[in-house]
Nanobody, 120 residues
């Protein structure tokens, strides 16, 4: 399994921006992803990217507002979140090892999560 550490969460007003980072202990040829989980809801995929290429997946709810990117040399995954909405409020998790666009159960490595809160 890969060790993952997220940073960058916080509180912003609607319309604001945040950038999440996830440093991995290893960066192989697999998909890295961001998931989120709001209180009382199932963990959902937000975006994912293939480390060895350019394949990128976005959930419909964030497409056009969020951007996933990576720095392979630094083994770091990013999520730039713009035009944030209150419904984006959740704990955001970095994950590795599953298929791009897959469900949370298909990933075998997880970070500890970082809270993102968007106020109206």
């Amino acid at each position: 399994q890969v060790q993952l550490v997220e940073t960058g969460g916080g509180s912003v007003q609607a319309g604001g921006s945040l950038r999440l980072s996830c440093v991995a202990s290893d960066y192989g040829n697999y998909c890295m992803a961001w998931f989120r989980q709001a209180p009382g809801k199932e963990r959902e995929g937000v975006a994912s990217i293939y480390t060895g290429g350019t394949f990128i997946y976005y959930a419909d709810s964030v497409r056009g507002r969020f951007t996933i990117s990576q720095d392979n040399a630094k083994k770091t995954l990013f999520l730039q979140m713009d035009s944030l909405k209150p419904e984006d409020t959740a704990i955001y998790y970095c994950a590795a090892g599953g298929p791009c666009g897959g469900t949370w159960s298909e990933y075998n490595s997880w970070g500890q999560g970082t809270q993102v809160t968007v106020s109206p």
